[in-house]
């Protein structure tokens, strides 16, 4: 069965304070992994894409890494405005159009 | 803001009540995407169109829930005979014909039913 596992559940840093949060994912060929980002009481924001293993991406304070098995987000130099709930969704290649999302990292930084 | 809306926004109801709501994606946007998002979950699949056509289901989903897309455009999500169960935020997402920009997310419908 298809399956994405995000951890740590939660994570509090400090301001300055880098860190990594991780998706791992079971899927049969995977199409594309998302990242997203949610505030309170709002819909995820789109981040990243990434199709293959090995693959990087960049933006601001945040980047993203993928490899057959996992993902990474890394926050480097987090700000408090980066606190919020981190989403990784993927997609499969074959038969389905359906995205599986994992529960989510909720981020907070202390100023 | 990413360009699409849901409304109501909140919906609050009585166990046994039907409702409907409707999600206005970009009009580019011919693929659409309906979730449901409980508390300290990720999104839930539900449902996909592609233009009017609905092309895949959750097989978790009750037959209670029924969704449209009439003219490529706007979509309704509908549950019929709610239950307290159906409480959840129901979200709508858009997306072009380039998976690499993802999904653009609505606000969400909040679903109290008591």
């Known amino acids: 069965e298809d399956q994405v596992t995000q951890s740590p559940e939660a994570l509090r840093l400090q301001e300055g304070e880098s860190s990594s949060l991780n998706c791992s994912y079971t899927?049969?060929?995977?199409?594309?992994l998302f990242w997203y980002r949610q505030d309170p009481g709002k819909g995820p924001e789109f981040l990243f894409t990434?199709?293959?293993a090995g693959e990087e991406k960049e933006k601001e304070r945040l980047k993203a890494t993928l490899t057959k098995k996992e993902s990474f987000l890394h926050i480097t130099a987090p700000k408090p405005e980066d606190s919020a709930t981190y989403l990784c969704?993927?997609?499969?290649?074959?038969?389905?159009?359906?995205?599986?999302f994992g529960t989510g990292t909720r981020l907070k930084v202390l100023a | 803001d990413t360009g699409v809306s849901q409304n109501p926004r909140h919906k609050i109801t009585k166990r046994g009540q039907n409702v409907t709501f409707r999600c206005d994606p970009i009009?580019?946007?011919?693929?659409l995407y309906w979730y449901r998002q409980t508390l300290g979950q990720g999104p839930e699949f539900l449902t996909y169109?592609?233009?009017?056509?609905?092309?895949?289901k959750s097989r978790l989903l009750s037959d209670r829930f029924s969704a449209e897309r009439p003219k490529g455009s706007f979509s309704t999500l509908e549950i019929q005979r709610t239950e307290q169960g159906d409480s959840a935020m129901y979200l709508c997402?858009?997306?072009?014909?380039?998976?690499?920009?993802?999904?653009?997310f609505g606000p969400g419908t909040r679903l109290t039913v008591l």
């Open positions: 997402a858009g997306m072009g014909a380039l998976e690499l920009k993802g999904q653009y």
């Open positions: 899927v049969s060929g995977l199409r594309g």
């Open positions: 009009s580019e946007h011919n693929r």
């Open positions: 969704a993927v997609q499969a290649q074959i038969g389905t159009y359906k995205y599986i």
């Open positions: 990434l199709y293959s």
């Open positions: 169109f592609q233009n009017e056509a609905q092309l895949e």
